[in-house]
T-cell receptor, first 116, second 113 residues
Framework: AQKVTQAQTEISVVEKEDVTLDCVYE???????LFWYKQPPSGELVFLIR??????QNEISGRYSWNFQKSTSSFNFTITASQVVDSAVYFC?????????????FGTGTKLQVIP | DAGVTQSPTHLIKTRGQQVTLRCSPK?????VSWYQQALGQGPQFIFQ???????QRGNFPDRFSGHQFPNYSSELNVNALLLGDSALYLC????????????FGEGSWLTVV
């Protein structure tokens, strides 16, 4: 069975601060995919980043960066110089690398509030 | 390029009724999945459709059923609605290999009274 844990329920930061969202996952698969999605109040899940389990290189994309540690099953996400528009619920998610199966397992989300 | 579109946006149903939600996948996508998201929770996988067949199913009762049409659009049907079915229902689409990005629509907010 797959499981994603986001221990942080809510985080508040002041604008321009950096913020890291934690994600720990469980899977028996040797290869898999990890995602971060953002959900504003409108409801749509907006894709942010994707990482393959066989590529542990950490990257930066604009103000977003992520730290994938396979040894500790963690996939943390950092927003640099946060902005009010970053306020949303952020979900970490896990998907098997298995043929046509597209089931995504989500965490319970972390609500981020960026205060002006 | 239109993304994943869902209808209706909001609806209210009475307990025991039936509801049909609709989804048009992103252009070029042939695989559609449905998720239920209760308030304050993460989305939960209901099922996935590919080539007009249900390919994978989550832990949901048979009251939840679906369909995929030749143009890849999809419907989610829920029979005998319960108060606990009140949630945001999200449609997702993708294509090809397992690693491709999965795109979500804005969802249908269902309230059962």
């Amino acid at each position: 069975a797959q499981k994603v844990t986001q221990a942080q329920t809510e985080i508040s930061v002041v604008e321009k601060e950096d913020v890291t969202l934690d994600c720990v996952y469980e899977t028996r698969d040797t290869t898999y995919y990890l995602f971060w999605y953002k959900q504003p109040p409108s409801g749509e899940l907006v894709f942010l980043i994707r990482r393959n389990s066989f590529d542990e290189q950490n990257e930066i994309s604009g103000r977003y960066s992520w730290n994938f540690q396979k040894s500790t099953s963690s996939f943390n996400f950092t927003i640099t110089a946060s902005q009010v528009v970053d306020s949303a619920v952020y979900f970490c998610a896990l998907k098997r690398n298995s043929g046509g199966y597209q089931k995504v397992t989500f965490g319970t989300g972390t609500k981020l509030q960026v205060i002006p | 390029d239109a993304g994943v579109t869902q209808s209706p946006t909001h609806l209210i149903k009475t307990r025991g009724q039936q509801v049909t939600l609709r989804c048009s996948p992103k252009s070029g996508h042939d695989t559609v999945s449905w998720y239920q998201q209760a308030l304050g929770q993460g989305p939960q996988f209901i099922f996935q459709y590919y080539e007009e067949e249900e390919r994978q199913r989550g832990n949901f009762p048979d009251r939840f059923s679906g369909h995929q049409f030749p143009n890849y659009s999809s419907e989610l049907n829920v029979n005998a609605l319960l108060l606990g079915d009140s949630a945001l229902y999200l449609c997702a689409s993708t294509w090809g290999t397992p690693g491709n990005t999965i795109y979500f629509g804005e969802g249908s907010w269902l309230t059962v009274v």
